[in-house]
């Protein structure tokens, strides 16, 4: 559980680190962006996410369901990005390395959610006994 803890942390902060600077550079990006609902609602909407890790680093075992969902927000990058990359759509840089951060993180995430399994198996049990 411990390690679950300390990859929901991590991805909290570092997300939060690397998504709030894009805030304040909307005008660096290039071409020049030309429907900025897309840009600041894709960032805030990412920031958000970043706040579901932190809570979920404080209790794994009580967040725990939520776990598979943020797989889906790390496959709804990661994908994209590397579909883009690979038909020549997206070229080495930035965005495609925060793309294939989210699949680190990703992968990460499966792993704490397959790590907390036995802990979840126990609780249930013990759910169960308590109720019985």
Sequence with gaps: MKVARWIYLIAGVYGILALLPSFFLEK????????P??????????????FVFL??????????????ITFLEKIAFFVPSMWLHFTGRLPMGGPLIGG???????????FAW???RDSAKGAASMGALTLS
């Design 114 to 116: 397959w790590r907390t």
């Design 55 to 68: 809570l979920i680093s404080r209790d794994p075992m009580k967040w725990r369901p939520l776990m598979p």
């Design 37 to 50: 609902e897309f840009y600041f609602g894709f960032f805030g909407s990412a920031l958000v996410w970043q």
């Design 100 to 110: 294939m951060i989210d699949g680190m993180l990703l992968a990460l995430f499966i």
């Design 28 to 35: 660096m990006v290039t071409p020049p962006e030309t429907h």
